[in-house]
């Protein structure tokens, strides 16, 4: 069946850093791509998506680009700030339907 | 906001009870669609319903049941309750994209804690 795996957290940066919180996903056809996050005490804010190869989602300084050959689908930020600090989830739509596969999630905290 | 609202915000009941969660998709959304997150199994799709049609069943329990009225609300129905059944219960209401994809908004979730 449809499957997607994050890398595990959390993940501690400090403000201004570099990020990259990997997404892997298995699943039949040409799924549909998407990142969320969760911020604490509520519920899931879309980011980004994709929708076929190559594409790239963008939002808020946040990038991910939909690589078919690798199967992935890789979050990056450039700069992080501390308001970043959030659980991220990644999240595919495959076949017909429209129920959204998620991975674990990754929690992200950033630092001073 | 996400506009799309859940009621209530908290939910604590004892083992063997029932209780009914509601959700009010965004305006103009007919899709519903309901997801329990737990620590231990994570996201996990329950059930979708279009316009008052159930259209797709995903891990939910016999003792869970959901409808979508005429007015698009819709309720999600845990009986029998039991202590693992303590989770975040999501609804989202979704909208198809310029790009004719679905994008599902999600509420701020019904926190249900089973003692």
């Known amino acids: 069946g449809d499957s997607v795996t994050q890398m595990e957290g959390p993940v501690t940066l400090s403000e201004e850093a570099f990020l990259t919180i990997n997404c892997t996903y298995t699943?039949?056809?040409?799924?549909?791509l998407f990142w969320y996050v969760q911020y604490p005490g509520e519920g899931l804010q879309l980011l980004l998506k994709a929708t076929k190869a190559d594409d790239k989602g963008s939002n808020k300084g946040f990038e991910a680009t939909y690589r078919k050959e690798t199967t992935s689908f890789h979050l990056e930020k450039g700069s992080v700030q501390v308001s970043d600090s959030a659980v991220y989830f990644c999240?595919?739509?495959?076949?017909?339907?429209?129920?959204?596969?998620f991975g674990t999630g990754t929690q992200l905290k950033v630092e001073l | 906001d996400s506009g799309v609202t859940q009621t209530p915000k908290h939910l604590i009941t004892a083992t063997g009870q029932r209780v009914t969660l509601r959700c009010s998709p965004r305006s103009g959304d007919l899709s519903v669609y309901w997801y329990q997150q737990s620590l231990d199994q994570g996201l996990q799709f329950l059930i979708h319903y279009y316009n008052g049609e159930e259209r797709a069943k995903g891990n939910i329990l016999e003792r869970f049941s959901a409808q979508q009225f005429p007015d698009l609300h819709s309720e999600l129905n845990l009986s029998s309750l039991e202590l693992g059944d303590s989770a975040l219960y999501f609804c989202?209401?979704?909208?198809?994209?310029?790009?004719?994809?679905?994008?599902?908004?999600f509420g701020p979730g019904t926190r249900l804690t089973v003692t």
């Open positions: 989202a209401s979704s909208t198809r994209g310029r790009d004719r994809v679905d994008e599902q908004y």
């Open positions: 999240a595919l739509k495959a076949g017909g339907g429209n129920k959204l596969t």
């Open positions: 699943a039949t056809g040409y799924p549909s």
